[in-house]
């Protein structure tokens, strides 16, 4: 997820202080991982220096003035041309789960075990997303189906690779 492009694209909406951007994008994106302050006052700052975002009205707060900010022509422009382009499809050819069960078998360790361990987790992961699914909203429902898709393709390759895993390892120990 590129910060800076969601950031102008919640600008977008309505000008806003760094605090309600930084609530509405963990709200909205950051769910398992938050949008630290720091990054949002620093991305917002480059915005600025890029012409993309303005500072609009100063209101004393608590601590230091509260600032809020305003998308530009520029940054609509930007978000306009963002929101056109296709995401590059990735085929994630060199993944962690490849890497480690070459390595497994390449050191002579038991790929098997890891990968059943690797399924464990997916599953329970799976058993998270599916009880988020059922007690979210709309939007939990879709990021969770989001991971569900992305996990059960991954326990594909994971039954794939283990009905594959002797000659992979003939292959691999050369």
Do not use: C, N
Request: glycine share 8%; charged share 30%; no cysteine.
């Amino acid at each position: 997820m590129t910060v800076p492009l969601t950031l102008l694209g919640l600008l977008e909406r309505e000008p806003s202080h760094g605090y309600d951007l930084k609530r509405d994008y963990d709200a909205y994106f950051g769910r398992d991982k938050p949008l630290p302050y720091g990054q949002v006052y620093a991305t917002l700052g480059r915005l600025a220096r890029d012409g993309k975002v303005a500072v609009g009205d100063v209101e004393p707060g608590a601590g230091p003035d509260r600032k809020r900010y305003v998308i530009t022509p520029e940054g609509v422009s930007e978000i306009e041309t963002w929101l056109r382009e296709p995401v590059a499809p990735e085929p994630h050819l060199q993944t962690v789960l490849f890497t480690k069960v070459v390595l497994a078998l390449i050191s002579g360790r038991p790929a098997a075990e890891y990968l059943d361990t690797q399924r464990a987790a997916h599953l329970q992961r799976m058993r998270e997303l599916t009880e988020t699914r059922r007690t979210g909203g709309t939007v939990e429902a879709l990021l969770a189906d989001h991971g569900l898709f992305h996990l059960e393709a991954d326990l594909r390759w994971i039954d794939l690779t283990s009905a594959r895993l002797s000659l992979l390892a003939e292959e691999v120990r050369g």
